[in-house]
């Protein structure tokens, strides 16, 4: 009887793993990937911060970076996964969200000027106020870029959600 | 008694060493002994396959009763 049963782990990938092994196998490919990448974060944002007039120097770093942070929205979309702590988005948390973007930005940009020195001419009036006000306008358009994008994100979410469940109940 | 136990249990009462009953089901002989030890939770389709190996239900060897 158990010689016509599949055996786990066995079929068309012609795969030798058990589950056990499979799982061990993604589990270390899961941490390996989020290693690599905020790696790459770190290596990317070093290199802005260390020379920001040379993007020979980090845009293949940033365009890695893209490229598997826009695959992992998506594919995280696609799957129907929001947060770890919510089912459901909520303007709250797109609010809180996008104030952090803001937040990161600015202390990035801080540092950036810190390094480049940017801050040396501080003490004059009309330095100071070009920079905050670079700042205050960047830290505006990340938090409004932001909002709007994980806005429409949400109502996609929210959309996608709804045609789902409304699949299972024509399956019921 | 724990269910990884009761797996354990029911092996050895059929006189058979891990690596049988991994042999027999198809998975390796260190997956039997986790699941054995509690530190690997099999899915339902592996938990069919070692009720079948053993000749036991899987209430027999998975359900928990509640004390």
Redesign the interface.
């Known amino acids: 009887m158990m010689k016509n049963m599949a055996k786990p782990g066995s079929g068309p990938s012609k795969s030798v793993w058990d589950e056990r092994q499979q799982q061990s196998y993604h589990t270390i490919n899961s941490r390996a990937f989020n290693l690599a990448w905020t790696l790459l974060l770190l290596s990317f944002l070093v290199q802005v911060v260390l020379f920001p007039g040379e993007p020979g120097r980090w845009l293949v770093e940033m365009g890695l970076f893209m490229v598997l942070s826009i695959y992992m929205g998506a594919a995280y979309f696609r799957a129907g996964l929001w947060t770890m702590r919510s089912q459901q988005p909520s303007l709250r948390q797109s609010l809180l969200a996008s104030v952090v973007a803001a937040l990161l930005i600015t202390a990035f940009s801080l540092i950036r000027m810190a390094v480049s020195g940017q801050w040396e001419g501080l003490q004059q009036a009309d330095n100071a106020w070009s920079i905050i006000s670079y700042l205050l306008l960047q830290a505006i358009i990340v938090f409004a870029a932001a909002l709007i994008l994980l806005s429409l994100i949400s109502h996609y979410h929210r959309k996608k959600q709804r045609e789902a469940d409304a699949a299972l109940d024509t399956d019921e | 008694m724990h269910p990884v136990s009761r797996t354990k249990v029911a092996r050895v009462q059929l006189g058979l060493t891990q690596q049988e009953l991994a042999d027999?089901?198809?998975?390796?002989r260190?997956?039997i002994g986790?699941i054995e030890q509690g530190k690997?939770n099999?899915?339902l389709?592996?938990c069919i396959?070692i009720a079948?190996?053993l000749g036991k239900t899987l209430d027999e060897l998975f359900w928990e009763e509640e004390t």
């Open positions: 027999q089901i198809g998975v390796t260190q997956t986790l690997f099999p899915s389709a592996l396959q079948k190996g």
